[in-house]
């Protein structure tokens, strides 16, 4: 049964930074991401915010969050990490980690449909 189990989330200041990891297991994964779904969207409104191939080799990064998070991920523990500086206010959004087992094509990563499996969440609420 596959898991991905979210944490790190929290009420943090604008400029501060916070770092969300989620656990995975159940199987192998290709690839893993984190979206992000604000306050009165939909599941299918989730906006991409980063992933990475699980070897390492690739990262892709929402131009929303771009040069300011980093996306990584801890093999022994099979774990990923989002660690997010410089926060706003419209970072706020409930953050789902995703995790594929197929193969994804550059263009796919950002695309909500693509991914197989998702976590139940964490909120991040950053203040003014």
């Known amino acids: 049964q596959v898991q991905l189990v979210e944490a790190g989330g929290g009420l943090a200041q604008a400029g501060a930074s916070l770092r969300l990891s989620c656990a995975a297991s159940g199987r192998n994964f290709h690839a893993m991401g984190w979206f992000r779904q604000a306050p009165g969207k939909g599941r299918e409104e989730r906006e991409f915010v980063a992933a990475t191939r699980w070897s390492g080799e690739n990262t892709y990064y929402a131009d929303s969050v771009k040069g300011r998070s980093t996306i990584s991920r801890d093999r022994t523990k099979n774990t990923v990490y989002l660690q997010m500086n410089s926060l706003k206010p419209g970072d706020t959004a409930v953050y789902y980690c995703?995790?594929?087992?197929?193969?994804?094509?550059?263009?796919?990563?950002?695309?909500?449909?693509?991914?197989?499996?998702w976590g139940q969440g964490t909120q991040v609420t950053v203040s003014s």
């Open positions: 995703a995790a594929s087992a197929v193969v994804l094509l550059d263009n796919e990563y950002s695309d909500f449909g693509a991914w197989e499996y």
